[in-house]
């Protein structure tokens, strides 16, 4: 790995001359500046990761492809980065480890992590084959930020070992994030389509406008003059520029755009690398107004700086357009961009300022006593809240005592009112605020809460429908009791406590009828009893609290079963099954669970439903045999191809085409309408739970909760992973209600995986905390809530029954059987 000096760049450079080693190996990286998440010795620390001879960083034991262990490097200031080199530790006899691939995250304020994506979308950076030659690996695009992390990749466990150099040069320019219009199609006719996105863009994307992030517009890559050539390999016409059309952005004619910078600074003048093919309707700007905000937390100056630009209609090169910006100060820009022809194309955009030295971002003096009056409210409601919340919890605890000493039940009914008002009350307030922490609960003390998720829940015992009169109806109030009374409006067979989503083995429990899984026996089971010394073990796929689910082959199954067997022809291969196991230690409760969830999986016969195929439970330990496919589950089977092209065709490339895609969501539709059928609520919905054979043949599962690999797809309540927020439906989250109507949420969630192959998880610039913050914009419908943005792969059509499906009210969602209607005709037969 090679190191150099680092001299000062100017960020419109070239990425391919912005390639200086930043200090790893030569120590001008402080030992301070590299941390890890983990060591194996106090030999092989994150400070070794820049050392020469056998040194090298190791994370701790054997690194399993589910791990994320990172080595985190400090630049000290926001850097262009756009080299990075890796080598292995060759320590002879005592050490021979390397890493075959990694992936980049990084941030460019320490709290906000982005996962860098090349100009394919794919993650996964090619490492090193061997432990002593070094591997460098140009970043397309390059990357602007502060902290870098490193993460290794395997597919086998195995020990891995790193030495790292970066290159690149300081980010002078200082801007660290703008905000624009999404990029449009230009379908000219007699031409290719070019696609004017930022397709690089890292911040968020939101009712067809970008902000928080940069992308193309800062990747050092300056277009061409015609607009439908890319100096990039693999990528659509129009790709290097970002443009839009006049008449698409309404009567304004104008776009408007912000930028953000990482301190106040004194500009001295903006250039603009702009198309001017006027042949076909594309020109520079006319003209461009700015405005000034000194500090993020003030308001814009009155007066803008306005430049007219000199139109050319005889030079149809693209050019950079100067903007003298008169040493204005600042530390936020508005401009807007006048349209001079049908379309306006960007593909840099760079800044020439320095840093005000007069100022370090002080605090608004002006704003000071109304900041402090601010806290000084919020204080006092925070006060009055948790007041309310103490009165809550004790006037229930007594009006639950209420009885007349003869066993008189006449004061219930009022009993029963007030803690109903109260508890809406309570769920107003509560939702109000979106605070977490407020430790919201308004049920009577004998009901267990220790290990609830502190959002507004339902409590956990359904309702039957001689008690409260079921489904959605309106109970008696007078037959209610107290407990009951929070059980007003929901359906008998929801699950309401979303703590135990999770069963003993760790995988997903259906929410079914209650009727249907009342005292079982062993005699109550039709599976049929398999020997369990032909169950030989292959992998752990994941665990739970009483139990594991296992990989495993079954000799001898597909005979066991005999005709009719649902398993496909193997060929002669081994029988792949998933084999949930009960551990020794579990107790008497969870063996009844255990059974109880055989019996529900006994229920299910249909084609893309995994099948319970037999059970080990004449001795312990106990054991339920299921169907398991050979390609896996469908987020890790996407996620590793691209969709069919020429490319991917002549490159060997795995890939799968569009037809497929809709394939398998019809496929997962017609699972889904089955379990509804049956007014089974799956709960956890997801392509992680979609398992898949090789002929694509779908069915749908219930461990993948249990699975190590998808930990980071549930919110973790007390160190378990418990809640699937981002596939759930706001009164899931708010409520604790999982209805057929949450499932088809969960549904077309799935369908937006499935159309991004599965190449970023569901609101993934979003942290839990926020996600669970936009359920309450669904709940409060004041149209601020965030929805996912449309796949580029997925048709209108498609994406406007993914919006039907995210409808905040309930009775505007599709039915799994109009979901299958609708998906049916678009699948060539």
């Not at 690194?63 to 200031?77: A, F, H, T």
């Amino acid at each position: 790995l090679h190191t150099g000096l680092l001299p000062s760049f100017p960020p419109s450079l070239l990425p391919s001359h912005c390639r200086y080693a930043l200090g790893m190996q030569d120590g001008r990286i402080a030992d301070d500046d590299i941390t890890a998440s983990s060591q194996w010795y106090e030999t092989t620390g994150p400070q070794y990761a820049r050392s020469e001879g056998d040194g090298a960083w190791c994370p701790e034991g054997q690194l399993e492809p589910s791990d994320s262990q990172y080595l985190q490097v400090d630049l000290g200031r926001l850097t262009f980065l756009t080299v990075v080199g890796t080598q292995g530790r060759y320590a002879r006899s005592n050490g021979n480890e390397f890493a075959r691939a990694y992936r980049l995250n990084y941030s460019r304020d320490g709290l906000l992590w982005k996962s860098w994506r090349n100009r394919q979308g794919n993650t996964v950076m090619e490492g090193n084959k061997n432990a002593y030659a070094s591997v460098i690996n140009d970043l397309h695009p390059p990357i602007i930020t502060r902290l870098i992390r490193l993460i290794p990749v395997t597919y086998l466990s195995t020990t891995v070992c790193m030495r790292v150099e970066l290159y690149g040069c300081p980010w002078d320019d200082g801007l660290i994030s703008y905000a624009a219009p999404e990029g449009q199609l230009m379908m000219p006719p007699g031409y290719p389509i070019a696609s004017l996105n930022d397709s690089t863009y890292d911040g968020a994307h939101e009712r067809r406008r970008l902000f928080g992030g940069l992308g193309q517009l800062t990747d050092g890559v300056v277009g061409l003059d015609d607009f439908l050539l890319t100096r990039q390999y693999h990528v659509w016409p129009g790709y290097d520029y970002l443009g839009w059309r006049n008449d698409s952005l309404g009567t304004q004619g104008y776009v408007e755009m912000e930028f953000v910078f990482d301190r106040q600074r004194n500009f001295t003048s903006m250039k603009v690398h702009s198309n001017n093919m006027f042949s076909r309707g594309v020109k520079i700007f006319s003209s461009v107004s700015c405005w000034f905000k000194p500090r993020l937390i003030a308001g814009w100056e009155a007066e803008p700086v306005a430049f007219k630009t000199v139109l050319d209609d005889r030079n149809p090169s693209a050019r950079y357009v100067t903007v003298p910006l008169n040493r204005r100060t600042a530390k936020s820009l508005r401009c807007r961009f006048y349209f001079a022809d049908i379309w306006m194309m960007f593909s840099e955009i760079s800044f020439q300022s320095a840093v005000n030295a007069s100022t370090s971002d002080p605090p608004d003096e002006a704003n000071t006593p109304i900041l402090i009056g601010c806290l000084v409210t919020i204080i006092l409601l925070l006060v009055i809240v948790i007041f309310l919340i103490l009165w809550c919890q004790y006037v229930c605890k007594v009006l639950e005592k209420v009885r007349s000493p003869s066993g008189d039940k006449r004061l219930l009914p009022v009993s029963c009112s007030v803690i109903k008002y109260l508890t809406l009350f309570c769920f107003r307030l509560h939702v109000g605020s979106l605070t977490r922490s407020s430790q919201f609960d308004c049920r009577p003390a004998a009901t267990p809460s220790s290990s609830r998720p502190r959002l507004c829940l339902e409590t956990e015992t359904p309702l039957s429908s001689s008690a409260c009169g079921g489904g959605y109806a309106e109970p008696d109030i007078t037959q209610c009791t107290p407990h009951q009374c929070f059980h007003s409006n929901a359906p008998h067979y929801a699950e309401t406590d979303i703590v135990r989503l999770q069963g003993v083995t760790g995988s997903n429990m259906y929410a079914v009828p209650a009727l249907t899984v009342d005292s079982l026996t062993r005699k109550d089971i039709s599976a049929a009893e398999f020997p369990r010394q032909q169950l030989i073990f292959r992998e752990k796929l994941g665990e739970g609290q009483f139990g594991e689910v296992h990989l495993c082959e079954a000799e001898g199954l597909p005979e066991f079963l005999g005709e009719g067997s649902p398993l496909p022809d193997r060929d002669g291969h081994p029988v792949l099954v998933a084999v949930k196991q009960l551990r020794a230690d579990a107790t008497s409760q969870a063996r009844n669970d255990f059974l109880k969830e055989i019996k529900i999986m006994s229920r299910l016969n249909d084609p893309n439903i995994i099948r319970l195929l037999c059970v080990c439970v004449s001795s312990d330990p106990l054991c339920m045999v299921t169907e398991y496919m050979e390609n896996g589950d469908l987020n890790m089977f996407l996620s590793q191809r691209e969709i069919e092209s020429t490319l991917t065709h002549a490159n060997n490339i795995p890939s799968v085409s569009l037809s497929d895609l809709l394939h398998m969501s019809v496929q997962i539709s017609s699972g889904m309408k089955y379990l509804a059928s049956l007014n089974f609520v799956h709960r956890d919905l997801a392509t992680r739970n979609c398992l898949l054979d090789r002929r694509l043949t779908i069915k749908i599962a219930d461990f993948g909760m249990s699975r190590n690999l998808y930990s980071s797809d549930y919110y973790r309540i007390q160190g378990r992973a418990v809640l699937p927020i981002r596939w759930m439906a706001w009164e899931s989250i708010l409520l604790g209600k999982f209805t057929t109507a949450s499932d088809v949420w969960a549904f077309g969630v799935t369908l937006w995986e499935i159309f991004t192959l599965c190449k970023e998880q569901p609101y993934s610039l979003l942290s839990d905390e926020q996600v669970i913050e936009n359920t309450g914009e669904f709940f409060r419908n004041q149209g601020r809530q965030i929805f996912l943005y449309a796949p580029p792969l997925c048709p209108p059509s498609l994406f406007e029954l993914m919006m039907r499906c995210w409808s905040r009210d309930i009775p505007n969602r599709p039915s799994f059987e109009g979901l299958y209607q609708a998906l049916r005709p678009h699948v060539n037969q």
